[in-house]
């Protein structure tokens, strides 16, 4: 089973994934920065009565407007920062990762060397 993450983790472009990680960073900060524009005509036309005529006057239709709207926002507002925390974490867990990478790698040559020495005192207690 951990052979398998194991060839999974190699497939993975590394150097890549960590190149990204800063723009994906800025893109989630800047969509925090910034608010899109909702069709304010649709939610007019949800509003409207059969014959295109206001099913309920005016000023009530641009309160409901003004709060869906409002709504909007918040909600896009709390998506923006969930991604932002979710590129944070997502860069955390690529720095993990690499340092994982980097024991893993240290550690083959560790125990290729032990290798190397165990059978070199095997070849030497033969000898003797």
């Known amino acids: ?10 497939l993975v472009p590394w150097g890549d994934v960590i190149e990204a990680t800063p723009q994906i960073l800025q893109a989630a900060k800047k969509l925090l920065g910034t608010t899109q524009k909702g ?18 006057p005016v000023a009530l239709q641009l309160q409901h407007l003004r709060e869906r709207v409002a709504m909007l926002e918040q909600e896009q507002q709390e998506s923006a920062v969930l991604i932002q925390s979710l590129a944070e974490q997502n860069a955390q867990v690529v720095q993990a990762v690499e340092v994982l990478r980097r024991r893993q790698r240290q550690l083959t040559v560790a125990a290729g060397v032990l290798a190397m020495v165990c059978v070199g005192l095997l070849a030497w207690a033969l000898r003797q």
Request: charged residues 15%; glycine residues 18%.
């Open 1 to 10: 089973m951990a052979a398998g993450w194991v060839a999974a983790l190699k």
């Open 39 to 56: 069709n304010a005509e649709a939610a007019a036309g949800a509003l409207e009565g059969a014959g295109g005529e206001p099913a309920i």
